[in-house]
């Protein structure tokens, strides 16, 4: 079961332009959403996150906007650059239990920001 | 800024050899987690370790796989025998909770080529 499905797969935006990546959920119960950028040959470097009591999250040029009853979140980069070609994951998490801090992640997306 | 180091950061092991894959987490993170990501995969759960003791395991993470914290500092994956398709990158990462809030942090990872 893929609890945590992503699109698009991959994404070609301009230098400038605004990019947006989806993620939609299953299970109720997570209440962390993270997403991670990970450029080849890195680990994944969380970007940002957020709480379901928040509806959206913006730092810098990344937000994030979270849609509780139907279950999505995005993340949307306003004035992309070439320096954010990258994979992004979205990532979801129950932060109790016996489950604490397992990820469950998104496939990723591929960015690339043509200049 | 604090790192989650870890080494080698490539090896190459011919099938049914053993391999060990450490990792240095942060130093006052107490939540310890191993994920892998076959190349243009997504990243996948393999197990977390709390209190020196594996929390939750994932459906990948068979008998062929064990985890350690020998001596309070490193964390290590040892995979007993290898096969081709353990083939991945295998990322560490540790994290600590306060409050309503995660400090979860990725090594760069161990690229295990499996021949």
């Known amino acids: 079961q893929q609890q945590v499905k992503q699109s698009p797969q991959s994404l070609i935006v301009q230098k400038g332009g605004i990019s947006i990546i989806n993620c939609a959920y299953e299970?109720?119960?997570?209440?962390?959403f993270p997403w991670y950028q990970q450029f080849p040959g890195k680990g994944p470097a969380l970007l940002i996150a957020i709480r379901p009591d928040v509806s959206e999250k913006k730092e810098g040029r990344f937000t994030i906007s979270f849609n509780k009853s139907a279950k999505q979140f995005s993340l949307h980069i306003m004035d992309s650059q070439p320096g954010d070609s990258a994979t992004y994951f979205c990532?979801?998490?129950?932060?109790?239990?016996?489950?604490?801090?397992?990820?469950?992640f998104g496939r990723g997306t591929q960015l690339t920001v043509w200049p | 800024e604090p790192e989650v180091t870890q080494t080698p950061s490539h090896q190459v092991t011919q099938m049914g050899q053993e391999v060990i894959l450490r990792c240095v987490p942060i130093s006052n993170h107490l939540y310890f987690y191993w994920y892998r990501q076959i190349l243009g995969q997504k990243v996948e759960f393999l197990v977390s370790f709390y209190n020196n003791e594996i929390s939750e395991k994932s459906e990948i993470f068979d008998d062929q796989f064990s985890v350690e914290r020998p001596d309070g500092s490193n964390f290590t994956l040892k995979i007993r025998s290898t096969k081709l398709e353990d083939s991945a990158m295998y990322f560490c990462a540790s994290m600590y909770v306060r409050e309503r809030f995660y400090g979860y942090t990725f090594g760069s990872g161990t690229r295990l080529t499996v021949v």
């Open positions: 990532a979801a998490s129950i932060r109790s239990g016996s489950t604490l801090g397992r990820l469950y």
């Open positions: 299970n109720t119960a997570f209440d962390y």
